[in-house]
């Protein structure tokens, strides 16, 4: 299965209140998620960081999938 390196953009909160100065500062999260792909398509690419397989070895779940829409996207690298 295709492995890979996502670098995207993230929303960022403040679960405090804050002065104006610091909010108007605040700046999105720049991330990286490396996970197998599930799927990658013009709108989004969807991982998993881990793979669940049953006594046979077949695939019968994903682990943690996370969508990651395409327009955050910062750049792809494939995982060796």
């Known amino acids: ?3 890979i390196k ?5 929303a960022r909160t403040d679960n405090d209140a804050v002065p104006l100065e610091v909010a108007e500062n605040m ?3 720049p991330r990286e998620n490396k996970g197998y792909v ?7 690419i969807v991982i998993a960081f881990g793979l669940i ?11 943690m999938p996370t969508v990651i ?7 792809v690298e494939e995982e060796e």
């Open 53 to 63: 397989k049953n006594s046979d070895g077949v695939l019968i779940a994903y682990d």
């Open 38 to 44: 599930i799927k990658d398509n013009e709108s989004e």
């Open 69 to 75: 829409p395409k327009g955050l996207v910062v750049k």
């Open 6 to 10: 996502v670098f995207w953009i993230d």
């Open 1 to 3: 299965m295709r492995e």
């Open 27 to 29: 700046q999105p999260y």
